[in-house]
């Protein structure tokens, strides 16, 4: 292996460690990652707008540092090269949503996430590509193209957080913050064979984020890392995490340390399929596989039925329903200057789509004429929030403290393009859990016969990030965890 691989290959925090040691120059770790990029992007399309530039003359800044002081007083994150995804705002960088009617919208300022990354000393190499308006698990639209899964360009790299799955999957970064509202950094890490963490729900703030999730609803949508490895989450988690003074929903948690969790008092809550969703065999069996390998280390399986999960993905939409203040449509005609017109999509999805004259893609107004229809059924929906509180007490029963849940991520590895729109309720997988504000950890386990990720999500009660972590570290210890791909 040479040089150059390994550091494709190593950990957020060895790179971090190695470049404090002097045993590498930051500059020498972020051209390994642009060349990534530059061989790997064209056919992945991940990263749609770099700062290459920028960020050559903050390693090399560093690295002078580095020569002058030594390592003292460095950020634990200096010199690390991260990819951000579209949606958060990076100054000067497009900030679109992957919506038309923002092509030409450029953020004046960090998001508050960003801040803090760049604080903690990471080098953002570029921003990465987004579904239209977000809530899809297919990236892809009018501005920036399709992004393609590295196992198989064929086959999608997930959604929202697409382009952070890819990127990191190659190689090309060595994490990514993406964002998640219904599992867009759990399905594309799961996907593309990356960890994925959705934290608890407020413990990060969401402001500087395009689309945004007004008022409580902010409490279902996240920002979240995408990493090579389980243990570089949390120093990630710990240099972002906490209130700005902007999001009314954040609060001040205290973050604990997986490496307090001893596997051994851990309780185990394996739910490999889910009633109503065709959950192929060897996601089921990721599941079992990664409760035999807690169980090794000495942790006590339990079984619960959880009749609720069968309605995921209406309890999620339904609970969301109820403190949305912006519906898809009206996200789907902003402009970028204050202008929210609504966008009429009946026209859009019958008169002009099917002619080529729409800027909208299919998946986008699909979803916005579902949630429409979804707003003309609020007795339908206080059904499904009252199963969203049942199976909320539920979980917490059989959980306690010290409990995880293991879950599949998706009913299956990466479907091709397309594919998923056939079984739309799928992302109950992870959706549902966002409205319970639980943390969830993904964690790849394998591949399946045809050479494509398997992962196992694993979700704990709320403020225990740490608990999931460590159960993923197991996970990751037994399988092996994050391979490099290239295309």
């Known amino acids: 292996m040479t040089l150059q691989e390994g550091l494709l290959d190593a950990a957020a925090v060895d790179l971090a460690a190695a470049i404090a040691g002097g045993e590498i120059r930051a500059r020498a770790v972020l051209d390994a990652h642009l060349d990534r990029i530059t061989s790997q992007n064209p056919a992945i399309n991940a990263v749609v707008a770099r700062r290459f530039e920028a960020a050559r003359a903050e390693a090399d800044a560093l690295d002078a540092r580095i020569r002058r002081d030594g390592a003292r007083d460095l950020p634990p994150l200096a010199g690390v090269p991260c990819t951000i995804k579209e949606f958060f705002a990076v100054e000067g960088m497009p900030q679109t949503g ?12 960090d998001a508050t996430v960003v801040r803090r990354i760049r604080d903690a ?10 579904p239209e308006g977000g809530l899809w698990m297919e990236t892809d639209n009018r501005i920036y193209g399709r992004t393609n ?20 999957a190659v190689g090309g970064s060595a994490f990514g913050i993406g964002s998640d ?7 594309p890490a799961a996907l593309c064979g990356t960890v994925g963490h959705k934290p608890t729900g407020r413990l990060l703030p969401n402001s500087g984020q395009f689309p945004a999730a ?10 979240g890392p995408i990493t090579r490895r389980v243990r570089d989450v949390l120093p990630i988690l710990r240099a972002i995490a906490g209130p700005d003074g902007i999001d009314p929903c954040c609060r001040d948690m205290a973050l604990g340390d997986p490496s307090d969790v001893d596997p051994s008092s851990l309780i185990v809550v394996p739910v490999p399929t889910v009633r109503g969703l065709r959950v192929s065999s060897v996601m089921q069996e990721a599941v079992m596989a990664s409760a035999r390998a807690l169980e090794k280390r000495g942790a006590k399986i339990r079984t619960a039925s959880f009749p609720d999960l069968e309605n995921g993905a209406l309890v999620w939409a339904a609970m969301l329903e109820e403190l949305v203040t912006e519906h898809y449509d009206v996200i789907l005609g902003n402009d970028g200057t204050g202008s929210h017109p609504r966008v009429d999509v009946v026209r859009e999805l019958f008169l002009r789509l099917p002619f080529g004259r729409s800027h909208f893609t299919f998946p986008a107004l699909a979803i916005a004429f579902a949630d429409n229809l979804v707003q003309k059924l609020p007795k339908l929906g206080k059904r499904f929030v009252e199963q969203g509180a049942r199976l909320k007490a539920r979980i917490d029963e059989a ?3 010290r409990g995880v849940l293991l879950h599949p991520p998706y009913t299956r590895p990466a479907p091709r393009h397309m594919a998923a ?15 319970l504000e639980m943390p969830g950890t993904v964690v790849p386990t394998g591949f399946d016969s045809d050479g494509l990720p398997i992962a196992v999500q694993i979700l704990g009660m709320r403020g225990g990030d740490h608990v999931t972590l460590a159960a993923a570290q197991v996970i990751e210890d037994a399988f092996g965890g994050w391979r490099r791909a290239t295309v």
């Open 149 to 168: 899964n590295p196992w198989n360009t064929k086959r999608t790299a997930g959604g929202s957080s697409g382009g952070e799955g890819a990127i990191v």
């Open 214 to 223: 007004e008022g409580e609803a902010g409490a279902f949508l996240t920002p």
């Open 421 to 435: 729109m056939l079984r739309p309720f799928d992302p109950a997988c992870t959706a549902v859990f966002n409205v």
């Open 121 to 130: 000393g990471a080098i953002v190499l570029g921003i990465t590509n987004v």
């Open 181 to 187: 509202i219904g599992g867009s950094v759990r399905l």
């Open 98 to 109: 992957g919506l038309w009617s923002r092509r030409n919208h450029r953020a004046v300022a």
């Open 399 to 401: 959980l306690g403290e």
